[in-house]
């Protein structure tokens, strides 16, 4: 493994930390309704669980509901079963072939508890950031060792992997302060 290379796995890695963290924070309830909520829940579809997106058709009806059309009519009560056991404090309804889940406003202290939630995750984030910085140095490390690389040239790396590090931190926290306001909007 060359300098470059180093420096490259830990900028793709963190990438994949941000790319975490975004699809993690897509999980977490606002008050408005949206499709991504549902994006986790797994249905048993002919005894194999099935993501919900694949047996179903998830549309928004309103700012508060989402509709789900399952693709088979057998399948309605399936996926209505699913969603409510899917622990996300959603009552989907039935009506006919098409399943209405309202999405019921959050209260302050729910609201609170989803900011914990974010902050949380984001906290997971960052480290797993300063982890794969630590991984990176130690390659380093390792590389002056072997004298693959000059001392300047390792100084000069361990300053661009902290460089990435902070931009990457920084744009964590910028994540965290909007999915804040997001949630925190009544």
Not at 43 to 64: F, I, K, M
Not at 93 to 110: A, K, N, Y
């Amino acid at each position: 493994m060359t300098v470059a290379e180093a420096k490259k796995t830990a900028d793709q890695k963190m990438q994949k930390s941000i790319e975490t963290l975004r699809a993690d924070l897509a999980k977490v309830r606002t008050g408005r309704a949206h499709t991504g909520i549902l994006d986790h829940v797994m249905v048993e579809y002919y005894g194999n669980p099935t993501s919900l997106t694949q047996v179903a058709n998830v549309t928004l009806v309103d700012a508060r509901t989402i509709g789900v059309q399952p693709f088979e009519k057998k399948m309605v009560a399936v996926v209505e079963k699913a969603i409510r056991d899917a622990d996300l404090g959603l009552n989907p309804s039935t009506q006919g072939e098409m399943i209405r889940v309202p999405t019921p406003p959050l209260t302050e202290e729910r609201r609170k508890e989803m900011v914990k939630l974010v902050k949380s995750e984001a906290e997971d984030a960052k480290i797993a950031i300063r982890n794969i910085r630590r991984d990176a140095n130690e390659t380093l490390k390792k590389l002056l060792k072997e004298k693959a690389c000059s001392e300047d040239d390792e100084r000069r790396a361990q300053d661009e992997i902290q460089k990435l590090t902070d931009k990457f931190v920084l744009e964590v926290d910028k994540m965290v302060v909007e999915k804040e306001k997001e949630v925190l909007t009544v």
